[in-house]
């Protein structure tokens, strides 16, 4: 016997369970389908930042050299894989001409028009879970080791002042004030203060997902990668054949890989990224994230210890991981901070999917009655997923969405 429901959710990190949340809020019955446990995948390695300092989605560097600059792996924060560079550049020649000064304003506004609303869609599903323990309001601090780069880092903080973002400037008397256990070797710092953070991203995850079952929501173990067309959208799990009206897909990286097999074909990339805990240190504890500029070396407090964390590696999605980044910022985290041992044997490793203009992917697959699409949120899938729950759930059930969704939607790009 088949199971029927109004939804299926394919994906349970941030944005899937948000989806299905919303969408079980207004009355559908949903199932929320992963092969792994909620909140296991990209969304519990990211720094767990609801971004509200970001007045752009991370455009790419001004000039074209930069290019070449990438292949050469001159940047700290950004290597690439050389035998996957051929394949990646025509995305990166995309992304690089969205960031230009014709398209990106429009960029800009559109992706500030969703973080506007990122935190309290945040703080509304916390609330439901019982999970606002998890939510810090001690913003990150932006490290410069010499005067040269400070002076740098508060040039480039101007844009974001003018738009209303708190960026403050402070030297080394108020660094070592505000973070006590910092080691010295520090001029300055920028202080972003408007961000707020979740101290275990995979934790609130699981957390949204308890609070999905508890309300007669059914979660499924299955492969999404099996989802077929028949009348409705049908799947077999392991608890058997279930069908819906409409299907969800919010598989992060692997949403491209489900979206081929019904005829289309979107530019989604990854940008792969790695994490590896160490133990707090008694009487040296960190207590607020730090980044230190031009090490591309991002130091986090989480439940789960200090969480130190990579730039970006453009390689394969499925290759094997390279320890090269990642010791590179362990070795700059350790002469930032006193660090113990790594809490766990391997570091992880993920991949954030990217669209090239940096915009993510939300809305109805052109031509394809019920097939819906949230993926492609780049380096703020934490921090825009709850939003994209509630618009995904608006446009379903045919509500006025918060936000104007045209700049998102799938028809944007060619597809097919």
């Known amino acids: 016997m088949v199971d029927r429901r109004d939804a299926l959710v394919l994906g349970a990190g941030i944005v899937g369970v948000s989806v299905a949340l919303h969408l079980q809020a207004r009355g559908l019955s949903v199932a929320l389908i992963d092969r792994g446990e909620p909140g296991g995948e990209t ?29 050469l792996n001159r940047s700290p924060a950004v290597r690439s894989d050389p035998a996957f560079f051929p394949w990646i550049a025509p995305w990166l020649f995309a992304y690089w001409k969205a960031s230009g000064d014709k398209r990106l304003p429009a960029i800009a506004a559109a992706f500030r028009t969703l973080t506007s609303h990122a935190l309290a869609e945040h703080e509304a599903l916390m609330h439901a879970a019982g999970a606002e323990d998890l939510l810090r309001r001690d913003g990150w601090l932006e490290l410069c080791r010499s005067e040269s780069q400070l002076a740098e880092a508060d040039r480039a903080a101007e844009p974001a002042r003018a738009l209303g ?6 030297d080394a008397g108020a660094i070592a004030r505000m973070v006590p256990s910092l080691l010295p070797g520090f001029a300055g710092a920028i202080h972003w203060t408007d961000t707020v953070r979740v101290s275990d991203p995979g934790g609130l995850v699981r957390a949204l997902a308890a609070l999905f079952s508890e309300r007669g929501g059914q979660f499924l173990k299955a492969d999404a990668m099996r989802l077929r067309k028949e009348q409705r959208w049908r799947l077999a799990t392991a608890n058997g054949e ?38 707090q240190v008694p009487g040296a504890e960190l207590m607020r994230p730090v980044y230190v500029r031009d090490e591309a070396c991002l130091i986090v407090p989480t439940r789960q210890g ?21 010791e590179s910022v362990v070795k700059s985290a350790r002469k930032t901070i006193t660090m113990g041992v790594p809490v766990e044997q391997q ?24 097939l819906w699409f949230a993926f492609g949120h780049g380096h703020f899938g934490f921090t825009l997923g709850p939003l994209t729950g509630r618009l995904v759930a608006e446009m379903i059930t045919g509500s006025t969405p918060l936000v104007d969704p045209q700049p998102y939607l799938p028809d944007r790009f060619r597809l097919g």
């Open 165 to 170: 973002v708190a960026a403050n400037k402070i």
């Open 347 to 370: 570091p992880w490793m993920g991949a954030r999917p990217c669209m090239p203009d940096m915009l993510p992917v939300i809305g109805q697959a052109p031509n394809q009655r019920g």
């Open 43 to 71: 969304s519990y390695g990211n720094a767990g930042f609801i971004e509200l300092s970001a007045i752009a989605p991370h455009p790419f560097p001004k000039g074209l050299s930069n290019l070449a600059g990438l292949a």
């Open 306 to 326: 200090i969480r130190v964390l990579s730039g970006v590696e453009l390689a394969r999605r499925d290759a094997p991981p390279s320890p090269i980044q990642l």
């Open 242 to 279: 279930i069908e819906a009206e409409h299907a969800v897909v919010a598989l992060g990286p692997w949403s491209g890989d489900l979206i081929g097999r019904f005829g289309h074909y979107l530019p989604l990339a990854v940008k792969r990224g790695y994490h590896r805990h160490f133990a």
